[in-house]
């Protein structure tokens, strides 16, 4: 299993992810004026260590992690490393902490949840429009 997390192939996720390394913390980066958190993950198959930085969904201590890819028919590939993986590394300005992710069925905590996602960013609710899967959200305690 490889310690060192490894960058994103798509290119401005990777540069994302640079940013925040090269700064020490999610600070350095917003998108479309709006804060991130840099989420570290282990590959479902691979063991490998991965960077994920997503929009920051936060509540009382614990994060949100929204699996929209934008809408697309099929759920980000870091959804199913979650899935198999759930101790997630969760970083938020210079703070990293270890946390457990569970996905959220159907129902009131989701519901919740999609609120503050939405709220946080906007485009979450475009992105669920547009496709017929239920965007998957896991929270992180």
Do not use: C
């Amino acid at each position: 299993m490889s310690e060192t997390p490894e960058l994103s192939p798509t290119d401005w996720v990777r540069e994302q992810t640079e940013k925040v390394l090269e700064a020490g913390t999610t600070d350095a980066v917003e998108l479309m004026g709006m804060k991130i958190v840099l989420f570290t993950t282990t590959g479902a198959k691979s063991g490998k260590k991965r960077y994920t930085p997503l929009m920051r969904v936060e509540e009382n201590g614990k994060y949100a992690m929204v699996a929209s890819r934008g809408g697309a028919p099929k759920h980000p590939l870091w959804y199913f490393n979650v899935k198999a993986n759930p101790q997630v590394d969760v970083q938020d300005g210079d703070t990293v902490k270890t946390m457990t992710a569970r996905e959220l069925p159907m129902g009131a905590e989701r519901d919740h949840w999609w609120e503050l996602a939405v709220a946080a960013y906007p485009p979450y609710a475009e992105y669920q429009e547009k496709t017929t899967r239920v965007i998957p959200v896991f929270v992180l305690e």
